[in-house]
């Protein structure tokens, strides 16, 4: 089965077909870097990460760029409250962006452009929309006549005369229609600007996204991703300035994941209810809310609630108790090489269910479940007195090869304990053979209050953190 995307365009799967063969460029919009991150950023994160891993674990090379917006009205805003420069409360956030990612174990990007440093670029761009008629300059304002692109709205599928402006679009008298957006907003007194052809001022948000895609990956590109609410204006207003200057479409697949909601309720700020990345993984493994986003297909809602991440979290356990007893079980294995072929067999089938998935629109809750069946399977060999290397290897490397894609395994179990831990399994392991079992229990449950759960089998004590 080929890669099938959906394409948000055109409103149905298409086959992916690279512009490069065995190249893929793909960009996806980035944060404005004001403050920390919530949960609700973490899915577009999540997802579009999974869909690079992918893409690569099928020898596709990756061009992955993900922009940081740098400069916009709510940083101006922000900087004033915190008394600091516009650079410097970026810096800030641009960092704290880059921690609560990689925590979540999101693999860094190609290329992290800022609005700042392409300025120029910028700038270039809006005066060739100015040259071509796309846009106008009024006082000082520089605005994109959408009324000459026959085209716009048809990402979003809305007529012109009926679109609902949205986010950072604001009317004014200044335009010539209601539904222009701005390309450069002029600067008011004590706010950071550069100089341009109409005068001191910034880009608008949207421009910077066109300049930056084109600079950085060409005139069209693979794949362009963000969240549902970017599809209008942002995503709308990118493909009317791009396709005005280049007269190519700006990307062939254009991709969008669904939003998050907090106990079946809109995440808002007028509602209190949002929850920073930063402060969610100091309560739960980051794997598990990795693996709670995946849960569900990329296109549907996703709620987000104390029992949905307690059955995310059971379930994840199932795949990585599955996969460290392979790994526990493989130190005292027999060392024969020979594989049941219908063992094998069954394996790479469910590595093909797995590839299937996956290429159903990046299908991650049911790539999960051929994880499942690959767990079943394994649990099911692990229940034999005696397990060979060869076998053990097999479904430890094909558990591997899906966490390339999903991300979702924890390696804390590969970790030395600490001194003090280690000394107390010692310390408890004597205190068995001398049948003190009091002292053993004491310190089976000092060990769980640090968060060790021992399991004794006939193969030694095993210990994994909870």
Known sequence: MTLKVYNTLTRKKEEFIPIEPGKVKMYVC??????????????????????????????????????????????????????????????????????????????????????????????????VLVEKDYAYEARGDVYYRTSKFADYGKLSNQNLDELQYGIRIEVDDRKENPQDFVLWKAAKPGEIYWDSPWGQGRPGWHIECSAMVRKYLGETIDIHGGGHDLTFPHHECEIAQTEAVTGQPMANYWMHNAFLNIDNEKMSKSLGNGILIRDLVKQIKPEVFRFFMLSAHYRNPLNFSDESLKQAANALERIQNAYDNLKHRLATASDSSEVDPQLTDRVAAIATQFVDKMNDDFNTPDAITAVFELVAEANLYLQQERVHAAVLQLFINQLQAFDQTLGILSQQADELLDEEIEQLIVDRTEARKSKNWARADEIRDLLTEKGIHLEDTPQGIRWRRK
């Open 30 to 127: 980035g944060p404005t870097v004001y403050n920390y991150i919530h949960i609700g950023n973490g899915r577009p994160v999540i997802f579009f990460d999974v869909v690079r891993r992918y893409l690569e674990s099928q020898q596709y090379e990756v061009n992955y760029i993900t922009n940081f917006t740098d400069v916009d009205d709510k940083m101006i805003r922000k900087a004033e409250e915190m008394a600091v420069t516009v650079p410097e409360l970026a810096e800030t956030f641009i960092q704290a962006f880059l921690e609560d990612i990689a925590a979540l174990g999101v693999h860094e990007a190609s290329m992290n452009p800022r609005v700042t440093e392409n300025i120029q670029e910028i700038v270039d761009f809006i005066a």
